[in-house]
């Protein structure tokens, strides 16, 4: 693998480690804490406050993560002549299921 490779995919799996486990931090340590020690209008306008907080770590993270997987991919040597065509014919209207070029001729 190559060294950039390596350092996109490094940067990739942090960027996602980070935010599912403040994701996991979140829900199973600091909610319960507030909900159960703070009282009712407080312990709302606090966790509006802390999920306002990780929104700006969670898209910073799922920045990163699709940044690496770009320069991933960018760094990926095509296999050959029907990678390049698979690419040309991509539809993003149809998603992942890509374009079928039927070459039998049959329906």
């Known amino acids: 693998m190559r060294p950039a ?12 480690a980070i935010w599912l486990g403040g994701l996991l931090a979140l829900g199973a340590i600091v909610a319960p804490t507030v ?9 709302a306008n606090a966790m509006t406050l802390v999920f306002r907080r990780f929104d700006l770590v969670a ?3 799922a920045a990163a993560a699709l940044a690496g997987e770009a320069l991933r991919v960018a760094l990926r040597v095509p296999s050959g002549r029907l990678d390049r ?7 993003p209207a149809q998603g992942s ?11």
């Open 5 to 16: 490779a390596l350092a996109a995919a490094v940067v990739s799996s942090l960027a996602a």
């Open 35 to 43: 909900f159960h020690n703070v009282s009712y209008p407080e312990n």
């Open 59 to 61: 898209m910073a993270c």
């Open 85 to 91: 065509v698979r690419a040309s014919t991509w539809d």
């Open 97 to 107: 299921r890509g374009t079928h070029i039927d070459l039998a001729g049959g329906a």
